[in-house]
Nanobody, 118 residues
Framework: VQLQAYGGGLVQAGGYLRLSCAAS????????MGWFRQAPGKEREFVAD????????YYANSVKGRFTISRDNAKNTVYLQMDSLKLEDSAVYYC????????????WGQGTLVTVSS
């Protein structure tokens, strides 16, 4: 699976961004899609994921209520709508995928940088 994430950029605190991730290489409908992020000097952390059907989502507590993950299986694309951005949301955001039978995300995109300024 090849994952291409885009949509990062510079935004002021309180603003919003939408990240997108296009998948190719195999059947998208069989994949659980997710987003992780890594800030400078910190470990990569889970942000959100979404079941292959789109009817089940899970969020890290730090983004719950502000971020929304969604997917369009017809376009092989997953999205991360990020609202009410905070300075601490600044990070490289990675798109990731796993098979529904696996507990480990083993497909990774190249990352897109999100910078939140005051």
């Amino acid at each position: 699976v090849q994952l291409q994430a885009y949509g990062g950029g510079l935004v002021q605190a309180g603003g919003y961004l939408r990240l997108s991730c296009a998948a190719s290489g195999r059947t998208f409908n069989n994949l659980v899609m997710g987003w992780f992020r890594q800030a400078p000097g910190k470990e990569r952390e889970f942000v959100a994921d979404i079941w292959w059907s789109g009817d089940s989502t899970y969020y890290a507590n730090s983004v719950k209520g502000r971020f929304t993950i969604s997917r369009d299986n017809a376009k092989n694309t997953v999205y991360l709508q990020m609202d009410s951005l905070k300075l601490e949301d600044s990070a490289v955001y990675y798109c990731t995928a796993r098979d529904t039978s696996s507990a480990v995300f083993h497909y990774w995109g190249q990352g897109t940088l999100v910078t939140v300024s005051s």
